[in-house]
């Protein structure tokens, strides 16, 4: 599509804010008005808007896409989200060890087991740990906290949560990603790490490292996403 404006613009909307081309409004890939709760997260669609050159190119409008979802997906019924995400916390990627003889062992708990350790801190929960690949349920109480901290969440954040959950395979990653002080790309590595410790047995492969960069951008862009909406 070729580009059809030559301004970007904000106004307030509804309680919220909404980019404007020239004098025209956004919709949602839905169709409904694009308001986004926040000045900070409006200033970064436009920006996005702006940067686009005679043609758009909507793969680099990650923000506008996560705007679209929350608004188009998550809004009208955001627990149904919930309940779509706390699965991931009964088979987190971070509860799941190597056997304790097995080198890889010692690293997942250098690396992993601070994570873990520090979520269950701030949300009182208990989180059982499993050596090997057989599942082995978490309580319905530890599910059920984990079910509070989403719960409380607005559309957009939790858009934001759900995508660095499912990235990560892990929704210890996707809330921990989501406090403010959060190492975004530390927390990522360490979802990364099986990974990580394959190709330091068997190297590199090229077609690999190209998904994986992709999916950095993703985990980044959705943190950065969580952030303009705390603004």
Do not use: C
Not at 143 to 155: E, F, I, N, W
């Amino acid at each position: 599509m070729r580009r059809f404006y030559k301004d970007v613009s904000i106004q307030p909307a509804d309680g919220g804010f909404q980019v404007m081309l020239d004098t025209r409004t956004i919709k949602t890939v839905g169709g409904l008005a694009q308001v986004v709760p926040t000045n900070a997260l409006a200033d970064a669609l436009a920006a996005e808007w702006d940067r686009q050159g005679e043609k758009i190119d909507p793969a680099t409008m990650p923000l506008r896409d996560m705007a679209d979802y929350a608004i188009d997906m998550v809004s009208p019924d955001p627990l149904a989200l919930v309940e779509k995400t706390v699965p991931y916390g009964d088979t987190d990627t971070l509860l799941y060890r190597a056997d304790p003889e097995e080198p890889l062992y010692s690293r997942q708990q250098e690396v992993w087991e601070p994570i873990v350790t520090a979520f269950e801190a701030r949300l009182g929960a208990q989180f059982i740990r499993i050596s090997g690949v057989i599942h082995r349920p978490q309580s319905d109480a530890t599910l059920d906290v984990l079910r509070g901290a989403l719960t409380g969440q607005s559309p957009f954040a939790l858009a934001a949560i759900e995508m660095m959950t499912h990235l990560a395979a892990s929704l210890i990653t996707g809330l921990s990603a989501s406090e403010p002080e959060a190492d975004t790309l530390a927390l990522w590595n360490a979802a990364n790490l099986e990974e990580d410790w394959q190709i330091e047995q068997w190297g590199r492969d090229e077609e690999a490292e190209d998904r994986r960069e992709k999916r950095t951008r993703d985990f980044l862009k959705a943190r950065e996403f969580w952030e303009l909406v705390q603004r």
